[in-house]
């Protein structure tokens, strides 16, 4: 499957930025979805999961009640809605898919397929 990151872009501290991640290339509700994010010289870092149908969602604790991770199937595309942006949420944001459930977790090596990477930036 091959996944399209997009919606990134420049905030101000307290707004808010809708990310988007398109697939093709695979049967779609058959992966859950993460999201994860990275800033130079750091490792990626777990952001949220969703699993196949919606029904199963985690998030880290820095954004949980900030960002809202969900999924279109039909439109094969899986979303992070995020508001109240802080300058720490500046990161280059990735969406990956993982075919066998077990990326709840949050580890990355779960996710078998990657996004190029959209980049936010938030402002103070």
């Known amino acids: 499957v091959q996944l399209q990151a997009s919606g990134g872009g420049l905030v101000q501290a307290g707004g808010s930025l809708r990310l988007s991640c398109a697939a093709s290339g695979g049967t779609f509700n058959q992966y859950a979805m993460g999201w994860f994010r990275q800033t130079p010289g750091k490792e990626r870092d777990f952001v949220g999961y969703v699993n196949w149908n919606g029904d199963i969602i985690r998030y880290a604790d820095s954004v949980k009640g900030r960002f809202t991770i969900s999924r279109d199937n039909a439109k094969k595309t899986v979303y992070l809605q995020m508001v109240s942006l802080k300058p720490d949420d500046t990161a280059v944001y990735y969406c990956?898919?993982?075919?066998?459930?077990?990326?709840?977790?949050?580890?990355?090596?779960?996710?078998?397929?990657w996004g190029q990477g959209t980049q936010v930036t938030v402002s103070s």
């Open positions: 990956a898919a993982d075919r066998t459930g077990n990326g709840r977790s949050g580890r990355s090596y779960e996710f078998s397929y």
